[in-house]
T-cell receptor, first 117, second 114 residues
Framework: DTGVSQDPRHKITKRGQNVTFRCDPI?????LYWYRQTLGQGPEFLTY????????KSRLLSDRFSAERPKGSFSTLEIQRTEQGDSAMYLC???????????????FGPGTRLTVL | AQSVTQLGSHVSVSEGALVLLRCNYS??????LFWYVQYPNQGLQLLLK??????LVKGINGFEAEFKKSETSFHLTKPSAHMSDAAEYFC????????????FGKGTLLTVNP
């Protein structure tokens, strides 16, 4: 068990470019979450998956954002036409959701820090 | 809707002193409450969680928190601060347990002075 991994750790891009981030959850975890953390703020929920199904999206997730989890394993978060306001740390977390097990912890990855110039 | 308020964006203590980080919550349903710690350039690590069992919750690294429904509080304490406790601490609430989206506070940066 190597924990939740995210790639890349840092991304610098120019405004208007598209970027894609990857998250690899803990292997047996069926839930995967994306959060965004801006400077001086706590993480804010963006979306989450149960296996390959995207169950909820925050209003923070504008049309320029899309997340996928095609085979219920790794997930990608794409931002199209990046804006300076997209600069943030993007955190991924995973957990094991099972019937009768409401208390399984969310494990967080190290995050991808995005800087939009 | 759920929300948390962390009083004090920055707390400074001396090594060996009591650590008290404050968190008040708002929830329309019985809440699940969490404290996470974040070290620089790292992800979040769970310190402890309240899931409607014992109101006094013990976590890792000597931290504990007490759920007080009458005060809608879930303050984090540690009797004696260590230099390694310097980090940012986040209180979070969920209405659906750990396997549901977390709503975080803005965080409290703890510094520990020698």
């Amino acid at each position: 068990d190597t924990g939740v991994s995210q790639d890349p750790r840092h991304k610098i891009t120019k405004r208007g470019q598209n970027v894609t981030f990857r998250c690899d959850p803990i292997s047996e975890h069926n839930r995967l979450y994306w959060y965004r953390q801006t400077l001086g703020q706590g993480p804010e929920f963006l979306t989450y998956f149960q296996n390959e199904a995207q169950l909820e999206k925050s209003r923070l997730l504008s049309d320029r954002f899309s997340a996928e989890r095609p085979k219920g394993s790794f997930s990608t978060l794409e931002i199209q036409r990046t804006e300076q306001g997209d600069s943030a740390m993007y955190l991924c977390a995973s957990s094991l959701a099972a019937a009768g097990a409401r208390d399984n912890e969310q494990f967080f990855g190290p995050g991808t820090r995005l800087t939009v110039l | 809707a759920q929300s948390v308020t962390q009083l004090g964006s920055h707390v400074s203590v001396s090594e060996g002193a009591l650590v008290l980080l404050r968190c008040n919550y708002s929830s329309s349903v019985p809440p699940y409450l969490f404290w996470y710690v974040q070290y620089p350039n790292q992800g979040l690590q769970l310190l402890l969680k309240y899931t409607s069992a014992a109101t006094l919750v013990k976590g890792i690294n000597g931290f504990e928190a007490e759920f007080k429904k009458s005060e809608t509080s879930f303050h984090l304490t540690k009797p004696s601060a260590h230099m390694s406790d310097a980090a940012e601490y986040f209180c979070a609430v969920s209405k659906g347990g750990s396997n549901y989206k977390l709503t975080f506070g803005k965080g409290t940066l703890l510094t520990v002075n020698p």
